[in-house]
């Protein structure tokens, strides 16, 4: 019985040692062909956003393969490309004839842009032009033009020089480093202004100018109203009166221009309480700020306060007053100019003026 078993076993090793003999083996002499792989190249392999890279497929004999193609994260790029975002990119080839290739791995570090001004030097009312390159490309679309300490793009690759100083500008863009600063310094214009009073197209005469200074009682005394401004800082309100002489077009009446004049005078404690209402300062072009407009000449109404102020422009050259803190009111010269137009374009105004006016206390 036992050898019986002992020969079962013994056949059941050599049936399966016999199965697997029937592998199946290369012919003797077959030419047995496996695919090569494809080795990349690259002309750089640390570049910045724009710069161009060339990539070279060759095979194992160092043949350049013209009708490989080449991928980075399985999007297919050209020969000779630009990256441009910074980043990593793994790059690769293709080709039916090859099992696949190396990955080549390309550092993309961001670019600094270069900003350049048409003019360093204009006079106000006059136009500069920029231009921003990527090295020795000129970029035309991905970047803005920035006034340094405004969060705020121009909307054109211009800038009209409207107050005389110096300001400065920078280059940004998404994938870019920010551009070098250029300034630009506004000349005064010296060329006095000449009365003008044109309401959406139509010319009036100038009958009279003055300023409303905006005052309350307190002691006794006049002073001036405070107002808070979006900064936190303390003004004071002056109004702006312009009087038209009547005309076919329009009787005589009246346009008021609210502006807040920035009061570095006025104390205030940590309470919200002003405790000094400090001295009373003249408008300038580095102080102003307008609030509202309203005319009521009948055909030419209008009435925007601050939140819906679209385009304004108000300059000063000249605002002179003689013993302002001591009278009621107070006789003077100014020369200034204020541009304006709703922001439905229905209403416009340009207004410049140089002449007498006077400022006068008024209880709101």
Known sequence: MKKLCFLFAFLLVLSSCSSDDNTVAPVEGEDVQVKSRLVVSATATDVTVGEVVEFTAKDKSGAVVEEAKFVVNSSSISAKHAFDKAGQYAVSAIHKDFAGSNEVVINVGKATLELRLSHKEVTEGETVTFQVFNGEEELSSGVKIYEVGSEKALEQMTYVAKTSGLVSFVAKGEGFIDSNQVSLTVLEDKIPYQDTLVLSGDAFEIDAVSFDFD??????????????????????????????????????????????????????????????????????????????????????????????????????????????????????????????????????????????????????
Do not use: C
């Open 215 to 364: 005052v309350k009682e307190v002691n006794g005394e006049n002073v001036g109203t405070v107002k808070k401004t979006t900064d936190g800082a303390y003004a004071n309100q002056y109004t702006l009166i312009i009087r038209n002489k009547a005309n076919d077009k329009a009787g005589r009446s009246f346009i008021f221009v609210d502006i807040w004049v920035i009061n570095p005078t006025i104390k205030v404690n940590s309470d919200g309480e002003v405790t000094d209402y400090g001295k009373r300062v003249l408008p300038t072009n580095d102080n102003t700020i307008v609030r509202s407009v309203y005319s009521s000449i009948k055909g030419y109404e209008v009435s925007d306060t601050f939140n819906k102020l679209h385009e304004s422009e108000l300059k000063i050259r000249k605002f002179e007053v003689k013993e302002l803190d001591a009278k009621a009111r107070a006789d003077g010269e100014t020369e200034l100019m204020f541009n304006y137009e709703s922001l439905d374009g229905a209403f416009k105004l340009e207004f410049k003026y140089n002449g007498e006016m006077y400022v006068k206390d008024y209880k709101s």
